[in-house]
């Protein structure tokens, strides 16, 4: 999908025009089936829509909304965009506040047309996909949160120009210190108790780290901040995962047989590219998350452990996904040598605040549509298994890597989150999956780390 047409007697802003806004990620072609059937998905109360060929239009309090854009494939076709048509919908809403005259007697009943329309517009997402991943642990330490925030908070510092940089940077720097040498004995509290030699290893680092660090600043040697900020993130980052203390919550029964993540696990992707002098072959880095989605990242971690994807193609790269996963053959997904059927496994969706994860339903259908996901698509690079549009528990082996970051709506609204199951980020080479094309290889796949984690393994089984 592309830009919105129109929304209500306003124009789209620049930036709205060149944003991609394709949120069917399901198999193969991912734009197949009609608006028509999204349309009975789509629950906002004080709306009603008329439909016309692939477009749409809505109408929120007498304004008309119309909401579409060109199609991928038919470039003469139009077709119709739910993130544009939210923000559209957005400034409908803001317009029937500001010019009430608009709404006829016979609108409809007060009431929002979302729970919050706010969620629309509220702050910048953040985007680091190794920070996500800190933020997304089970931990519940303060201090060390604080400690985290501070440093990240140097890679807005670091867009100031110049020598000037520095000064905001080394308020953070003594910020961090201060935070993390009052609330040591806190921090240490709080490492599980099996992994406090390595904490208080980590800890020792930090306290080394930091002081190197506040070094580097009063000598303003400003190319050396990133590399000793990321350094000390990774330290940070090592702390609390050893606060995590065991698995945090029961897999319901009924997929607690199928290959799970208890924990965290990273692979190693080599892809072969093709037809690019500049780029012969890449290897990414790709962490699971099993902590928030631990059926969905088994079962990619089990797959990569049977070699299923080494050979395989890229089978899509169109400038907002990389999707790769779809086996030759009839079948759409891993065949079970020990069963003969499709492993299928279901929709898994962890909510910030809840215990566990959501299993065989979407945010959209539960009505949870302020709740914010603990792995959002946020990052470039984000991971997350592509399955049949209506059918929530259709996933296999087909994952897809988002190529766009989320500057149109935050997490709590991006229209991605709660519908497809995130289970992980690129945190090497990210930017290189830009450069994948149909075709390309994947010579090999391997994890390399946290395999000790994956319960209930069927690679094992011979093949």
């Not at 789509?42 to 909304?65: D, E, P, Q």
């Not at 609390?240 to 009924?254: K, N, S, T, Y």
């Not at 994860?357 to 259908?365: F, N, Q």
Request: charged content about 25%.
């Amino acid at each position: 999908m592309a830009a919105p047409i129109c929304c209500p007697s306003i124009a789209a802003p620049k930036w709205a025009s060149t944003a991609a806004s394709n949120c069917r990620l399901h198999r193969r072609n991912l734009f197949t089936n009609e608006f028509n059937k999204s349309l009975s998905k789509f629950r906002l109360s004080n709306c009603t829509s008329s439909t016309k060929g692939s477009a749409s239009t809505f109408f929120y309090h007498g304004i008309s909304v119309r909401c579409s854009g060109t199609s991928p494939i038919n470039p003469q076709r139009t077709w119709f965009s739910w993130k544009n048509c939210a923000l559209c919908i957005a400034l409908a809403a803001t317009i029937a506040t500001i010019q009430p005259s608009v709404t006829p007697a016979s609108s409809f009943e007060s009431g929002p047309v979302i729970q919050d329309l706010s969620v629309l517009i509220s702050g910048p997402p953040i985007k680091d996909p190794k920070a996500l991943l800190r933020y997304a642990l089970p931990i519940d330490n303060k201090p060390i949160r604080e400690v985290q925030k501070s440093l990240e908070d140097i890679t807005e510092n670091l867009k100031v120009p110049g020598a000037r940089a520095l000064d905001s940077v080394e308020r953070n720097i003594r910020q961090a210190s201060r935070i993390f040498n009052q609330s040591k004995p806190a921090i240490l509290a709080g490492i599980a108790e099996l992994k406090k030699d390595h904490g208080q290893e980590l800890l020792d680092k930090i306290t080394a780290g930091l002081q190197d660090f506040q070094k580097i600043v009063e000598a303003r040697e400003r190319d050396l901040v990133a590399p000793k900020q990321q350094e000390l993130l990774d330290l940070v980052g090592g702390v609390e995962e050893d606060m995590v203390d065991g698995f945090p919550f029961e897999v319901p029964d009924e997929y607690s047989s199928k290959p799970l993540l208890k924990g965290r696990a990273t692979v190693e992707m080599k892809v072969k590219v093709k037809d690019n002098p500049s780029l012969e072959d890449v290897i990414f880095r790709l962490v699971l998350d099993g902590y928030n989605a631990p059926v969905t990242a088994g079962n990619f971690a089990d797959l990569v452990e049977r070699h299923f994807y080494d050979g395989m193609e890229i089978q899509r790269a169109d400038g907002f996904v990389v999707q790769m996963g779809d086996p030759e053959g009839p079948a759409e997904g891993f065949v079970d040598p020990s069963t003969g059927n499709v492993r299928k496994i279901p929709l898994e969706i962890m909510v910030d605040g809840d215990k566990s994860p959501i299993y065989g339903a979407t945010l959209e259908e539960l009505g949870r549509y302020k709740a914010r996901t603990k792995l959002p698509f946020n990052a470039f690079g984000t991971m997350a298994m592509a399955r049949d549009e209506f059918d929530d528990d259709s996933a296999s082996s087909q994952i897809f890597w988002l190529l766009k970051e989320s500057e149109l709506t935050p997490s709590d609204a991006n229209i991605l989150d709660g519908r497809y199951a995130v289970f992980g980020y690129v945190t090497e080479n990210q930017d290189y999956l830009a450069d994948l094309k149909v075709g390309d290889v994947i010579e090999s796949a391997r994890v390399v780390s946290g395999i000790d984690n994956l319960a209930n393994p069927s690679y094992k089984i011979a093949v």
